[in-house]
């Protein structure tokens, strides 16, 4: 980074010198610049845009690196290594002579063998109470706390208060201590299991210390989901929960390796993976943080940064390209002129180029806050998202992602990167001065040049043609085709080389749609060639795509001549009117993709209402414990009020031979209520309908309904629909003598199959409670009721009247409305970054207009003196501006909405996601662009209606 | 046909005022070629863009046919201009975007004729200033002789009873210039119409009626010519 740094620093050296060489040149491109204030104020936003896009977008990743690397510290600390097995524990002599070399080698400063497990817990007394609600997965942990002393380099100091826990104390970390209001002194409930016996009776711990350390005593598990917080055990008390074989097996053993990864010291960690390799232990083996950043990097939310940051950096590259092509063509007059007057080639380029220094220059301060700002206000929203969350008390918990950062070298990078490219840009696009025709450029007449190749672009046709040609591999290929498409028109002059062109974008499109591909580097790829190659296709057929628009704009007073020139300037500028397509599309095509994908998503939540309970509102949850006389009964059912139709369900197990099978047992209400369709069923159903086969399905219990997943590719029981088979259904049954496990037969025929019932409510065969053994096994089952609601707005009263009588519900609404509400927060914050985008879109057309109108001053005054009005005048730049804009706007929607497509094929898998279309979304989002955008042409449009004739025609600034 | 009043117009900054017409007092007869002859800033330009209705004065008249064109707003007076005046300029100004045809039909279309007809004319027009080969061509691929015969086929395919000429032949060399002004003469006798010419070109003076000679915004001397 330094040395990239320094190489910034040489060339601005280099810079400033070549700079005070020439101080005619430094005082003309000074002046120019506050010739025209509005124009340099455009241009300076312009720079400025660009360079907080990139800043925002580093600021952003920053922030979400740091809270990455935070987490890493805060849980891992000094643990590289994890080596785990999860059925049987790990036996830690297995591993003696593999530490022994890393020890004698001194690769490594810390072995700690650790138990740990996840288990529910709660403040004490509410597990009997059944009051489910504060329960929260824990990870309970403990290890030899005198041993982990000498754990790592930075060895950690663990107080004695730990030390010396007894069997009923804990140490709590101190996360879960302010998210549950504990201290020390409280009593908590762990439940160690899923039996009656430890629902009601489970242990108590008293709470002895908090703890608020990082690493080793802030430990829990290595790809642990429990954001919620770790407690800490005596030692032996924990050998008794997780009771092992033998006395050396432990849940992990933990290693520390010398230097960190983190710390940027990769040195140890390979040769301590070949020691690692040589004795290939039989065990599980995580490489803790590698892991850990390596499920970072190759993640969704790195790939939306990575998405971000591209379209950042092309999107200021195409508005600085668009806003210099302006200043160029804008100053051709006054460089003809100079270079009449002797300036050389070089004297006349500089004079733009250091013009456009100075614009960079003024840019890069406020770039940088405004960037910093921008990521700011954006990661704020994701902090208040996510801590949000976390207050819904998800069981599992939630990763807060705290805190904004951006780090200096960000900064500096992102204003290296704002100032570097568009000098870069502007150095060589100034090259297009020396092409000038001076005579033409003082006349101010368009210069004529006759089409012709370049040897460059027949070099870059062929390795086109040879990228294409090459075997099978999307990524060449792909970029084959699009340099044929972008280069054969510069190539191939032939006599219809025309028409071809108006085809040849199409087909990149057409292979990039087709194309099978899971990954979604493939589908970045995709995404930006189907966008590219809309673009060109649009171009290529512009004269069309502007006829269409002059037929909209027919019937519009004096159409004829204003159309005429409104339709003709986009068409005749292509490249600038390519821009303007570019920079909107680009913006349009991110946020459709952005709208649609998780509008997909949320839609099919939605539309899960019907699946995720089979049609009911919400389901009661009795784990065994009828003891206890908290399960309700149908009376207690009826007293509530405002609840709908209810029924009871139980969950059984049942084995055949050598398989589990989950049953689910429902009451006639399940089968009058639900919303499940039939996929098939066996042939004596044929000719039914639906609710007819439901009844058939209740009347008989061994006739059984399964979802689809469990016919269709089922790794663990291979059964069709028709299939016969026995179960033996499991009871167990808590006695004064301890626990028995009792078995009834049952035979069960799979007579019909479900689509799109949810997982979570059946895992196997639904069967009638009309079962002659049910009475039996009942008792000891999980059961419960599933319930509708008897009007939607009734939920909080039933909600209510579920909690006084200590019941534990859980409504589709709440299931779906988190999913709904991680899904749109995550999308409102990408959007506001990229509805900040838009500004790039509006400031580069903001920036043709006021440069158009400038530019076209004259001809403005000649159409004013052979009888344009005011408001032709204003029509004409209005219908223009919209052309460019539309254009823009209906390609970025085309373009992302066949990406989003592409998108919704890998991640509906072999699923039954449904592909749903924001309509009313995307029109709202095009028609608000298009207003917002073409208000910002008003000013310089009616300003250019206003200009005098006489004015005009004399064109002097 | 053309008649001013005490014709005034002031230039006003902050810092200094012009007056670039004084009391211009004068009367143009209908189908005649008029030259405004005088040096570079003797208000010769200002004169021209006054009559023709693009600039108003600050003070005095102009009757056009009997309208006193600037007690019209400034929509009836480009409706006005549009009707009955056509403008040849001397960097031609020409719309780059729109072919040879396309920059002559532009006067019709706004006088709401319809684009067959418009093209119709136009091309006649064009065949009339020689172009016709020229027709689908752009501004870029002309040379300055020819864009001006485009120039000069705009500003006569909607038959205006006055042509304003500023510096037609400014940016030519002296042959085309020539041929230009011999166009010119040959149009105005062909369909009686009015060329006002501006410039500083005293060759001009012997294709026109009629020459107003101006110095420091006054016209200092008008006199009838002999035409070539």
């Known amino acids: 980074m330094s040395i990239f740094i320094t190489v910034i620093i040489i060339l601005g050296i280099i810079f400033v010198s070549g700079l005070i060489s020439n101080k005619i040149l430094i005082k003309m491109a000074f002046r120019n610049i506050f010739r025209k204030k509005n124009e340099a104020l455009l241009m300076m936003i312009g720079s400025m845009i660009s360079m907080a896009f990139i800043i925002g977008a580093l600021g952003l990743n920053d922030s979400f690196n740091n809270f990455v690397y935070k987490s890493i510290e805060n849980n891992l600390g000094e643990i590289d290594y994890v080596i785990y097995d999860r059925e049987n524990g790990v036996d830690a002599d297995e591993l003696s002579d593999m530490i022994d070399e890393l020890q004698s080698e001194d690769y490594i400063d810390g072995v700690l063998p650790i138990y740990y497990k996840f288990f529910p817990v709660t403040k004490a007394g509410d597990s009997k109470k059944m009051n489910f609600t504060n329960f929260k997965q824990l990870s309970v942990v403990s290890f030899d706390y005198e041993k982990a002393v000498y754990f790592g380099m930075n060895k950690p100091e663990i107080p004695d208060e730990i030390k010396n826990l007894k069997e009923n104390e804990v140490a709590v970390t101190s996360d879960y201590s302010v998210s549950s209001g504990f201290s020390v002194g409280d009593q908590i409930d762990i439940i160690q299991g899923t039996d009656p016996m430890s629902l009601l009776f489970p242990k108590k711990y008293t709470i002895k210390y908090i ?32 009771k092992y074989s033998s006395e050396n097996r432990y849940t992990e053993v933990l290693i520390s390796a010398k230097g960190d990864i983190l710390g940027g010291n990769r040195d140890y960690s390979d040769k301590i993976n070949d020691i690692i390799n040589k004795y290939s232990p039989g065990y599980g083996i995580s490489y803790a943080k590698a892991d850990r950043l390596e499920s970072v990097s190759s993640g969704e939310v790195t790939f939306v940064f990575i998405f971000l940051s591209v379209f950042a950096i092309i999107a200021g590259i195409v508005l600085l390209l668009n806003m210099y092509d302006m200043l160029i063509s804008e100053r051709k007059r006054e460089l003809g002129i100079l270079r009449a007057g002797g300036f050389s080639k070089k004297w006349a380029r500089l004079t733009v180029f250091y013009e456009s220094i100075f614009y960079t220059l003024f840019s890069v301060p406020f770039g940088v806050i405004f960037g910093i700002i921008l990521s700011r206000f954006t990661f704020s929203r994701v902090t208040n998202l996510t801590s949000g969350l976390s207050d819904l008390n998800i069981l599992s918990g939630v990763p807060i992602f705290d805190k904004f950062y951006i780090s200096i070298n960000s900064v500096l990078i992102g204003s290296a990167v704002g100032i570097i490219l568009p000098v870069i840009i502007t150095y060589f696009y100034t090259f297009t001065v020396n092409r000038l025709n001076i005579v033409n450029a003082i006349k101010d007449v368009k210069d004529y040049r006759k089409p012709k190749s370049k040897p460059v672009y027949w070099i870059m046709l062929v390795l086109g043609i040879i990228l294409t040609l090459l075997p099978e591999n999307f990524y060449t290929k792909i970029f084959g085709i699009s340099l044929i498409m972008l280069f054969i028109p510069f190539t191939v002059f032939f006599k219809y080389r ?111 209402k019907d699946t995720l309970f089979a049609g009911f509102d919400g389901i009661l949850v009795n784990v065994p414990g009828d003891l206890t006389g908290k399960k309700l009964s149908d009376e207690e059912m009826k007293e509530i009020e405002n609840l709908g139709a209810y029924g009871q369900f139980y969950f059984l197990t049942s084995k055949t ?10 009451s006639k209400t399940f089968y009058d209520v639900n919303k499940l369709s039939f996929k098939e069923t066996i042939d004596e159903f044929k000719g039914m309908s639906d609710r007819e086969i439901w009844q058939e399905l209740y009347n008989n219990p061994h006739y059984s309904v399964v979802p689809e997943f469990y016919v269709k590719d089922n790794p663990h029981f291979s059964v069709k629909l028709g299939d016969e088979f026995d179960v033996k ?35 196997g065969p639904i069967v009638s409670d009309k079962m002659d053994v049910l009475e039996n096994v009942k008792g000891g089952s999980v059961s419960g009721y599933l319930f509708t609601l008897g009007k939607p707005s009734y939920i909080e009263s039933v909600r209510s009247a579920f909690k006084e009588k200590g019941q534990f519900s859980i409504f589709v609404d709440d299931i779906i409305g988190i999913g709904m509400r991680i899904t749109q927060g995550m999308v409102n914050i990408i959007n506001s970054f990229l509805y900040f985008g838009l500004i790039a879109g509006i400031i580069g057309i903001s920036i043709t207009v006021v440069k158009s109108v400038s530019e076209r001053k004259k001809t403005i005054g000649m159409m004013k003196s052979i009888g344009y009005g005011k408001s032709m005048i204003f029509m004409t730049f209005f219908i223009e501006n919209s052309i460019s804009i539309i254009l823009g706007i209906l390609i970025g929607i085309t373009a992302g909405t066949v990406t989003s497509y592409k998108i919704y094929e890998i991640i509906r898998g072999n699923g039954y996601l449904k592909f749903i279309y924001p309509f009313k979304d995307i029109i709202i989002m095009a028609v608000g662009i298009y207003l917002v955008s073409i208000l910002f042409t008003f000013i310089p449009s009616l300003k250019a209606s206003g200009i005098s004739a006489a004015e005009a025609m004399k064109n002097e600034d | 046909m053309i008649i001013t009043e005490n014709l005034c117009k002031i230039y006003k900054t902050k810092e200094f005022e012009v007056s670039a017409l004084k009391d211009v007092n004068i009367n143009i007869e209908k189908g005649k070629i008029i030259s405004i002859l005088g040096p570079s800033g003797s208000g010769k330009s200002t004169l021209l863009n006054c009559l023709s209705g693009i600039d108003r004065p600050t003070a005095g008249k102009v009757i056009i046919d009997g309208t006193d064109i600037y007690s019209m707003k400034d929509d009836g007076i480009t409706k006005f201009r549009a009707k009955n005046m056509g403008f040849i300029f001397q960097s031609y100004n020409l719309i780059p975007v729109l072919s040879v045809i396309e920059n002559v039909e532009l006067p ?8 067959s007809s418009a093209r119709k004319k136009s091309l006649e027009l064009i065949e009339k200033v020689g172009l016709s080969k020229r027709a689908k061509y752009f501004p870029n691929q002309l040379s300055g002789g020819e864009a001006q015969r485009v120039s000069i086929a705009r500003a006569l395919v909607a038959s205006p009873k006055i042509v304003w000429a500023d510096e037609p032949t400014g940016a030519l060399d002296t042959k085309t210039g020539k041929e230009i002004m011999s166009l010119i003469t040959d149009l105005n006798r062909e369909n009686d119409q009015t060329f006002v010419i501006v410039t500083h070109d005293q060759r001009i003076t012997a294709y026109s009626d009629e020459i107003f000679e101006m110095d420091s915004g006054e016209i200092i001397k008008m006199y009838k010519s002999e035409k070539m």
Not at chain 1, 742 to 751: L, M, P, T, V
């Open chain 1, 211 to 242: 703890i608020d350390k990082k690493g080793i005593m802030n430990y829990r598990g290595f790809n642990s989901e429990g954001f919620n917080g770790a407690v800490y055990l005596n030692y032996n008390a924990m050998k008794k929960i997780v």
């Open chain 1, 498 to 608: 025309n028409i071809l062109n108006r085809f040849i974008p199409a087909i990149p499109m057409i292979i990039s749609f087709f194309y099978k591909s899971q990954s979604f580097i493939v589908l970045g790829e995709k995404a930006f060639i189907i966008l590219f190659a809309t673009i060109m296709l649009s171009l290529y057929n512009l004269d069309i795509l502007t006829g269409a628009f002059g037929f909209l704009f027919s019937k519009i007073k004096n159409a004829s001549p204003i159309l005429k020139i409104a339709l003709n300037y986009p068409v005749r500028n292509k490249r600038r009117t390519g821009m303007i397509i570019t920079l909107y599309s680009l913006v349009i095509f991110v946020l459709v993709i952005m709208t649609v994908v998780p509008y997909i998503q949320v839609a099919n939540l939605q539309n899960s």
């Open chain 1, 657 to 666: 031979e050598d398989q589990e099978v989950p049953l689910i047992v429902t």
């Open chain 1, 729 to 763: 259904i499991q009871n167990i049954v808590t006695g004064l003598l301890g626990r028995r496990t009792e078995g009834y037969d049952y035979k069960i025929k799979i007579a019909a199959v479900i689509s799109g019932v949810s997982q979570s409510l059946a895992l």
């Open chain 2, 108 to 115: 019709l279309l706004v006088l709401g004729e319809n684009e």
